[in-house]
Nanobody, 114 residues
Framework: QVQLVESGGGLVQTGGSLRLTCEVS????????MGWYRQTPGARRDLVAR???????WYEDSVKGRFSISRDSAWSQLTLQMNNLKPEDSAVYYC????????WGQGTQVTVSS
């Protein structure tokens, strides 16, 4: 089973930047891709960015042009560079497989102050 450990969250001001990192281990299988998801209290966990085996990337409209997803060649690390952050970006961010997530990690909290 895949183990996922997110890090890099914190408190930033509106317009600031943050880089999230996901360490991936314990996987032996090939999958379609990976993604970053985010969740606010009482809301669903939504995909905000994903990257495929061929390095095709997709972004949710609200983060397009501000967020950038990337990975290393071995799929051992997934990153999310977040620029021009807005208060509505505040959430717990999770990494996972896409389109079929495995067990979720602990996530990392991102808080953007206005």
């Amino acid at each position: 089973q895949v183990q996922l450990v997110e890090s890099g969250g914190g408190l930033v001001q509106t317009g600031g930047s943050l880089r999230l990192t996901c360490e991936v281990s314990g996987n032996r299988d090939v999958w379609t891709g990976m993604g970053w998801y985010r969740q606010t209290p009482g809301a669903r966990r939504d995909l905000v960015a994903r990257i495929s085996l061929s390095n095709f990337t997709w972004y949710e409209d609200s983060v397009k042009g501000r967020f950038s997803i990337s990975r290393d060649s071995a799929w051992s690390q997934l990153t999310l560079q977040m620029n021009n952050l807005k208060p509505e970006d505040s959430a717990v961010y999770y990494c996972n497989l896409w389109p079929a997530p495995t067990a979720w990690g602990q996530g990392t909290q991102v808080t953007v102050s206005s």
